[in-house]
């Protein structure tokens, strides 16, 4: 079994910063991409940033040089640290990770966080 705990959603001001976490558990034998998606009302989901195993990292063209995606491999652990937030933003966020068990190499997906920017 794999678990993915996301954590760090919030309600913030226009301008205002939040980082979230996505911490992966279970039977894991590597992890290769993790990224974070967004799901605003409405809306499809849509990618927000990705990580490769190696550190390589792309982003949505509406968050570049606002949001930042690093990993921590020795936790498992993806971040999204989000700055300079706009009304825009506000979603709920999604990890997504790909990895490999004893079984398969799958995507999973964390249950989501709520981002609100509002004043």
């Known amino acids: 079994q794999v678990q993915l705990v996301e954590s760090g959603g919030g309600l913030v001001q226009p301008g205002g910063s939040l980082r979230l976490s996505c911490a992966a558990s279970?039977?894991?034998?590597?992890?290769?991409?993790m990224g974070w998606y967004r799901q605003a009302p409405g809306k499809q989901r849509e990618l927000v940033a990705r990580?490769?195993?190696?550190?390589?990292?792309n982003y949505a063209d509406s968050v570049k040089g606002r949001f930042t995606i690093s990993r921590d491999a020795a936790k498992n652990t993806v971040y999204l640290q989000l700055n300079s937030l706009k009304p825009e933003d506000t979603a709920v966020y999604y990890c997504n990770v790909r990895l490999e068990t004893r079984w398969t190499v799958s995507n999973y997906w964390g249950q989501g966080t709520q981002v609100t920017v509002s004043s």
């Open positions: 990580i490769t195993s190696s550190g390589d990292t």
């Open positions: 279970g039977s894991i034998f590597s992890i290769y991409n």
